[in-house]
Nanobody, 123 residues
Framework: QVQLVESGGGLVQAGGSLRLSCAAS????????MGWFRQAPGKEREFVAAISVNGGSTSYADSVKGRFTISRDNAKNMVYLQMNSLKREDTAVYYCAACSVWSDGNAKMCDQWGQGTQVTVSS
């Protein structure tokens, strides 16, 4: 089990950048593939990005590919999401998740969640 706490959200103008952070507690953090998900008002939670346990593989939703970058620092128990060229449609609550499996190029069975951090992009 890991406990996850997101930070770094806020209000930003379209075209701007934000860096989200996810702090994980627990000595087993390095053993989890990690993911970022988001949920906009009135919509279901959707996948954003994922990273394998050693950071060597990543996966992105088509909507953020080329704009967002996921990374991790296992020594610090941290996962990051660098978001550039933000659009209004990126407005959502962003969640960090610990996943059980890295398979077929993506993280699967993501069942441990943080509380989320709000990202609002204004035009």
């Amino acid at each position: 089990q890991v406990q996850l706490v997101e930070s770094g959200g806020g209000l930003v103008q379209a075209g701007g950048s934000l860096r989200l952070s996810c702090a994980a507690s627990g000595r087993t953090f390095a053993g989890y593939p990690m993911g970022w998900f988001r949920q906009a008002p009135g919509k279901e939670r959707e996948f954003v990005a994922a990273i394998s346990v050693n950071g060597g593989s990543t996966s992105y939703a088509d909507s953020v590919k080329g704009r967002f970058t996921i990374s991790r620092d296992n020594a610090k128990n941290m996962v990051y999401l660098q978001m550039n060229s933000l659009k209004r449609e990126d407005t959502a609550v962003y969640y960090c998740a610990a996943c059980s499996v890295w398979s077929d190029g993506n993280a699967k069975m993501c069942d441990q969640w943080g509380q989320g951090t709000q990202v609002t992009v204004s035009s």
